[in-house]
């Protein structure tokens, strides 16, 4: 008997397999409003580099301020998004840029924290390293640069919180030691302006600068110091 019920339940193991394995597959657990933001130079030159900034709508703040200090040394492009680390549509949403703008990419600045905040953050480092590996196969000879996520003036559940951004940036930080990666520590830089805030996440014009003086400063080390 008790045979017959080894062998059932194990029949039975070999049959949920494949619907658990379906069920733990990633899946996108989008927020109320989703939305992508690219840019591109006007009058992109092809004797220059080309940067590429990754991230979010406080990316997209600062990225005019990059553009900026970067003019003559580097043509800027920049793919601001919604989705989340451990949604799959990040993957393909950063490989079809690529493929659309069809340049090689000399840098990459990037960052991805602040959203998804349905995904924990055991999800976000299991995730973690498919992004890196994206980024790594849309720009093999680029210079990386990990931006950290900002702190927020108001919390909201389940996020973002400040403890939550502050893991987020521990995992990231963790997996990517030892990498041949650089870090802009943005979270370090904005705990000093707490007063330059424009809402409960995102920054005023002035925090926006700072933030894109010192990715820019990143940015051209990276291009090497015939860029600077």
Same mark, same amino acid.
């Given at each position: ?52 900034? /990754?991230?979010? +709508?406080? @990316?997209?703040?600062?990225? %005019?301020?990059? &553009?900026? $200090?970067?003019?003559?040394? *580097?043509?800027?492009? /920049?793919?601001? +998004?919604? @989705?989340?680390?451990?949604? %799959?549509?990040? &993957?393909? $949403?950063?490989?079809?840029? *690529? ?22 953050? *055991? ?106």
């Amino acid at each position: 008997m008790w045979m017959r019920t080894i062998l059932a339940v194990l029949g039975l193991m070999l049959v949920l397999l494949p619907c658990v394995a379906v069920a733990q597959k990633p899946d996108s657990r989008m927020e109320e409003i989703e939305w992508t933001w690219e840019v591109r130079p006007a009058h992109a030159d092809a004797k220059l580099p080309n940067v590429l900034l /990754l991230g979010d +709508s406080i @990316t997209r703040a600062y990225f %005019p301020e990059v &553009e900026k $200090q970067l003019a003559g040394m *580097a043509n800027v492009y /920049l793919m601001a +998004s919604s @989705t989340s680390v451990g949604d %799959p549509r990040l &993957e393909h $949403q950063i490989d079809e840029f *690529a493929a659309a703008e069809g340049v090689s990419f000399s840098v990459v600045h990037f960052n991805n924290g602040m959203h998804g905040w349905e995904y924990s953050e *055991a999800e976000y480092r299991a995730a973690f390293p498919a992004f890196v590996a994206e980024i790594h196969a849309i720009a093999p000879k680029a210079a990386l640069i990990w931006a950290t996520t900002t702190p927020v003036k108001k919390e909201t559940e389940p996020g973002p919180t400040n403890a939550r951004v502050a893991a987020r940036n521990a995992v990231a930080g963790e997996l990517l030691k030892g990498a041949e990666i650089v870090t802009d520590d943005q979270h370090l830089l904005m705990t000093k302006h707490a007063d330059l805030y424009q809402d409960s996440v995102h920054f005023n014009e002035e925090g926006a600068a700072l933030q894109g003086k010192q990715a820019a400063e990143l940015i051209r080390n990276g291009l090497g110091a015939d860029n600077k």
